[in-house]
Each structure stands twice: as structure tokens, then as C-alpha cells.
């Protein structure tokens, strides 16, 4: 597999962001965004998500769903 190299832009960006989280980019030619995190970061969020239950979520999910569904002025319409 071919590793490609930083562009500059993509480093500064890096650099910008200092360690305050991941950098988004994009392929201009099709509107794809990317997520540039230094490889020690990405190896410990792949170990630690190997543990994690899916339904575990669950809870977080229903709230979530339900604090965007009392927001939301046109959900009676949807039920009709």
C-alpha cells in the first residue's frame, strides 16, 4: 500500500490545529471529506472501539432522537 506524504497545506493545518483534534480535508474532485488524526491517536481509538457493545449507544441515541424530535416544528405533519 502506498503512503502518501503530507502536502504543506495539510501540515500547517496539522500544525494549526496543535494537537486540539483531528483535521478534516477534502477531495476536491469529489467532495469527500477525510479526517487527518496522527496514527498513535487512530491505533488507541481502534483498540478502544473494539470493546464498545452497540447497544451500549443506545440510551444516548434515544435521548439524542428524542431532544431533535421536541424541536422540531413539522413532526406532527410527519405523523399525519
Known sequence: MMTPNLTDQQRQALHEAND????????PATNTQYVLVRAD??????????????????????????????????LATYQD
Do not use: I
Not at 486540539?20 to 477531495?27: C, K, L, N, R, W
Not at 488507541?44 to 416544528?73: F, I, Q
Open 41 to 74: 491517536v487512530f491505533e488507541e481509538m481502534r483498540e478502544w472501539s473494539r470493546d464498545l457493545d452497540p447497544r451500549d449507544a443506545y440510551p444516548l441515541v434515544d435521548r439524542l432522537m428524542a431532544e431533535d424530535d421536541a424541536r422540531d416544528p413539522t
Open 20 to 27: 486540539a483534534g483531528p483535521v478534516t480535508v477534502v477531495d
